[in-house]
């Protein structure tokens, strides 16, 4: 399956239990310059479930992958809901060049921007926008290597596994916090997540909450608030240029692009995250 549209077309008010914007079981959907947005997943009808994935639900050993795609202001219905933005389970997925904005449910939700869970669960994220999204924990992303969510059906004998390579994840919010340890950046638990070259901050919690992890250090390179053992990592404020309007381009006093005025500006301060990366990193993506 592939699913390439212009940047301006896309997936709006759409609804399903599984997948209210695109569901894929057991399929290999390319899913390139699409904006997913106002979909709901569950509670339709005189339904009172919970919905899984209501902008995109990947299931059943899927294999996807997305790109430069917009998922926001979709919505999971009711109680016990999973990944209001993608939903990954027992499947694998490349997410790059996207952005997850605004995408919750009115109960309890565990993955605001995206969920991943579960044996053969393989995601990667990398360029990505998590913002202002909102969950019960893992406002912006959660992971869970052992899970209760449906359908559980899969041959893989294969650990969860989730890299978050130079992603922003800002502003996302918790509703129903599950006690102290909930995270409102990145929550996971028994899986093997990596997160490298990336910023978490301003979410509402914990940003980062990493428990049962297959790695000792598994952040590196990154501005995690309020401080995350490991390499290269740094606790300062990244300096958005205007977090508030959505806009995470990083203050430069060398220059960065202004996408309300399509212009080239210079600041009059530099963000602390400029050209404190790993290399290393840069150089691997460029051969996958």
Not at 31 to 51: E, H, P, R, V, Y
Not at 135 to 159: H, K, N, Q
Not at 191 to 214: F, K, M, P, Q, R
Not at 267 to 277: I, Y
Request: with cysteine; aromatic share 6%; glycine share 16%.
């Amino acid at each position: 399956t592939r699913v390439a549209q212009p940047a301006e077309a896309g997936v709006e008010n759409c609804g399903a239990e599984l997948g209210g914007g695109i569901g894929c079981v057991g399929g290999d959907p390319t899913i390139i310059n699409c904006t997913i947005q106002d979909c709901l997943a569950g509670g339709l009808g005189s339904a009172t479930t919970g919905g899984r994935g209501a902008g995109i639900a990947l299931v059943g050993e899927s294999n996807a992958t997305i790109t430069h795609c917009v998922i926001r202001g979709n919505t999971n219905a009711y109680s016990s809901s999973w990944g209001a933005g993608l939903y990954v389970l027992h499947s694998s997925a490349v997410v790059s060049g996207c952005t997850f904005s605004d995408n919750l449910a009115p109960g309890s939700l565990r993955g605001g921007g995206a969920y991943c869970g579960g044996q053969g669960c393989d995601v990667m994220f990398r360029n990505c926008i998590f913002s202002a999204n909102q969950a019960d924990a893992g406002a912006g992303i959660l992971v869970e290597g052992t899970t209760t969510a449906l359908p559980s059906a899969t041959m893989s004998s294969w650990p969860c596994a989730v890299a978050v390579v130079n992603c922003t994840i800002a502003r996302n919010e918790l509703t129903y916090a599950l006690g102290s340890s909930a995270a409102g950046g990145v929550n996971s638990s028994g899986a093997n997540i990596t997160i490298s070259n990336s910023i978490i901050w301003g979410n509402e919690g914990t940003a980062v909450t990493i428990a049962n992890a297959s790695s000792t250090y598994p952040v590196t390179y990154s501005d995690i608030q309020g401080g995350y053992p490991g390499t290269g990592n740094i606790n300062s404020d990244p300096l958005f240029a205007a977090a508030s309007s959505s806009d995470y381009h990083l203050k430069s006093t060398g220059g960065r692009y202004n996408p309300a005025s399509g212009a080239w500006v210079s600041d009059s301060t530099c963000s602390p995250c400029l050209d404190a990366g790993d290399n290393d990193i840069f150089y691997m993506l460029e051969l996958t």
